[in-house]
């Protein structure tokens, strides 16, 4: 059991346009769940809280206008990147939360060209 | 502030010898302790984790973990590697008032055959 999806697992998108990733909880409800990003050969960095049905918690430095996060329902938490740059290519990996761990999804690599 | 310390970036042992992969906290109340392995691309695979109760915790793949609070440690043990345990591993600590997770730098383990 708790099991978290991803998807896509690879995405390419051209400078400008907008890419979108599901994280879903497939068996399990999950009022929170976290985005990180990773840069290579790096940590996890911690994005943002999102809670389901109200909106998500942004840690310093992460550019909310540009990463929307979307939490409709207690099974899917959405990451928005707008206006893709280069810079933003990297691998995101959401998480979902229950009883006080964090069960972690595959990862999105994004590769903006 | 909490942290996460992982003092070695890499590791290297030869296949069958013995491991230990150091990590130390920094938290002011009692903390909840995670040992997640990521393999190249890939998701974070939990090996282990302390919430309570007994010290020596037990994992997947043959992983021990020791938490010592009076070194703010959770060291992470295996007594004899295999070529497949070649990964990246991180040390983690979640929050009481929340469900966030900090993780540490992380120390690549390299296997020599």
């Known amino acids: 059991g708790a099991v978290v999806s991803q998807h896509p697992s690879w995405v390419i998108c051209k400078s400008g346009t907008s890419v979108k990733i599901e994280c879903r909880s497939l068996d399990f409800q999950a009022t929170t769940m976290f985005w990180y990003r990773q840069f290579p050969k790096q940590s996890l960095m911690l994005m943002a809280t999102?809670?389901?049905?109200?909106?998500?918690?942004?840690e310093q430095g992460v550019e909310k206008d540009k990463f929307l996060i979307n939490h409709a329902s207690l099974t899917l938490s959405t990451l928005t990147v707008t206006s893709a740059h280069p810079e933003d290519s990297s691998f995101y990996i959401c998480?979902?939360?229950?009883?006080?761990?964090?069960?972690f999804g595959p990862g999105t690599r994004l590769t903006v060209t | 502030a909490q942290s996460v310390t992982q003092p070695d970036i890499h590791i290297t042992v030869s296949e069958g010898a013995s491991l230990e992969l150091r990590c130390n906290y920094s938290y002011g109340a009692t903390p909840y302790l995670f040992w997640y392995v990521q393999s190249p691309g890939q998701g974070l695979q939990l090996l282990l984790k302390y919430f309570s109760g007994d010290t020596l915790v037990q994992g997947i793949k043959g992983f021990e973990a020791e938490f010592k609070r009076s070194q703010s440690s959770f060291n992470l043990r295996k007594p004899s590697v295999h070529w497949s345990d070649a990964a990246e591993y991180f040390c983690?600590?979640?929050?009481?008032?929340?469900?966030?997770?900090?993780f540490g730098k992380g120390t690549r383990l390299h296997i020599l055959p």
């Open positions: 998480s979902a939360s229950r009883a006080k761990e964090q069960y």
């Open positions: 983690a600590v979640g929050m009481n008032r929340d469900d966030k997770i900090i």
């Open positions: 999102s809670n389901e049905g109200s909106k998500a918690t942004y």
